[in-house]
């Protein structure tokens, strides 16, 4: 047995490794939260928001410039169990796999990512979906310059502005000479794929899970939290994290059904998102020519 599970832990690791490298969303937003998920915690941690106290005049008396203490905290729950599974019988593996890697393994990984993505994408649309701010595709500069100008309203510092881009989007502003490229060396296969280039003082980035639109953002606009669920101990597989600890974490495990002869393969992680500070994304939406 002990074979076994070191061979389950190989795929578990394998699998972290390529769902890391399938999340876009997943790595623009705030992570932070995941560490607090221990045993014994539940399935929610609230995550303080950070603001500023603001300073007043001293004109003599302490009293006269302070206030109660008042913190915003957010939950983030993990509310959605994200699963793929997949029978193989006897004849499959016996002459139908290949590479279970490259076959059942990357297939079920990439199902659990997308499921990520849409699941935060998911906190993401409604800011599109109510924006008054809308992009002219023969001239979308000016609601990105706009958004900026929000963001810069809101005392919502440059460092780390992201925009992220629904297709048509990008293909507007792929149209635009004034889009520089980034050098993207170094980043994770699925952001350097995934980044569009830099206009604005935004790092652009295309994701197929937004609709129609555009979020200009930092990374503590949302957060996301993935954890891998405990293994079963009835059955082979283990729970892992990728290697560059990141936090991107998924359980694998097989279960043989003696009666059918079937093994099943499943590969599933907890995932939660949530609008963390709606004050640090601004919503655009793609108005199409007519």
């Given at each position: 047995?002990?074979n076994?599970?070191a061979?389950?832990?190989a795929?578990?690791k394998?699998?972290a490794s390529l769902l890391?490298?399938?999340l876009v969303?997943?790595?623009l937003?705030?992570?932070d939260?995941?560490?607090?998920?221990?045993?014994g915690?539940?399935?929610t941690?609230?995550v303080?928001v950070?603001?500023?106290i603001?300073?007043?005049p001293?004109?003599?008396s302490?009293a006269?410039?302070?206030?109660?203490l008042?913190?915003?905290?957010?939950?983030?729950k993990?509310?959605t169990?994200?699963?793929?599974?997949?029978?193989?019988t006897?004849?499959?593996?016996?002459?139908?796999v290949?590479?279970f890697?490259?076959?059942?393994?990357?297939p079920?990984?990439?199902?659990?990512a997308?499921?990520i993505?849409d699941e935060?994408s998911n906190?993401m649309?409604?800011?599109?979906?109510a924006?008054t701010l809308?992009?002219?595709?023969?001239?979308p500069?000016?609601a990105?310059?706009?958004?900026?100008?929000?963001l810069?309203?809101r005392?919502?510092?440059?460092?780390?502005?992201?925009l992220?881009v629904?297709?048509?989007?990008?293909?507007?502003l792929l149209?635009d000479?004034?889009?520089?490229?980034?050098?993207s060396a170094?980043?994770?296969s699925a952001?350097?794929?995934?980044?569009?280039g830099?206009?604005?003082?935004f790092d652009?980035?295309?994701?197929?899970f937004?609709k129609?639109g555009?979020?200009a953002?930092?990374?503590?606009?949302?957060?996301?939290?993935?954890?891998a669920?405990a293994?079963?101990y009835?059955?082979?597989?283990?729970?892992?994290?990728?290697?560059?600890g990141?936090?991107?974490?998924m359980?694998?495990f097989?279960?043989?059904?003696?009666?059918?002869r079937?093994?099943?393969?499943?590969?599933?992680a907890?995932?939660g998102a949530?609008?963390?500070?709606s004050q640090?994304?601004?919503?655009?939406k793609?108005v199409?020519?007519?």
């Open positions: 047995m002990a076994i599970f061979v389950s832990d795929v578990a394998h699998a890391k490298a399938e969303l997943g790595r937003v705030f992570r939260a995941e560490a607090e998920f221990t045993g915690r539940g399935d941690v609230r303080r950070p603001r500023v603001a300073a007043k001293f004109t003599g302490t006269a410039v302070t206030s109660p008042n913190e915003q905290a957010v939950p983030v993990l509310n169990h994200a699963m793929s599974g997949i029978e193989l006897a004849k499959d593996m016996t002459l139908n290949e590479s890697a490259a076959q059942v393994l990357m079920q990984v990439a199902g659990v997308e499921m993505e935060i906190v649309q409604p800011i599109i979906d924006a809308t992009i002219d595709p023969a001239n500069r000016d990105i310059t706009k958004a900026g100008e929000i810069d309203t005392k919502v510092g440059a460092k780390s502005r992201v992220v629904s297709p048509n989007v990008k293909r507007a149209m000479p004034n889009l520089s490229q980034v050098d170094g980043s994770p952001l350097r794929d995934a980044i569009v830099r206009l604005h003082g652009v980035y295309m994701s197929p937004i129609d555009a979020v953002m930092t990374t503590e606009a949302f957060a996301a939290a993935i954890k669920p293994k079963p009835s059955v082979n597989g283990a729970s892992a994290t990728d290697e560059n990141q936090g991107y974490a359980t694998w097989v279960a043989f059904e003696g009666e059918t079937q093994e099943r393969s499943i590969v599933e907890f995932v949530t609008v963390l500070d640090r994304a601004v919503g655009l793609f199409p020519a007519p």
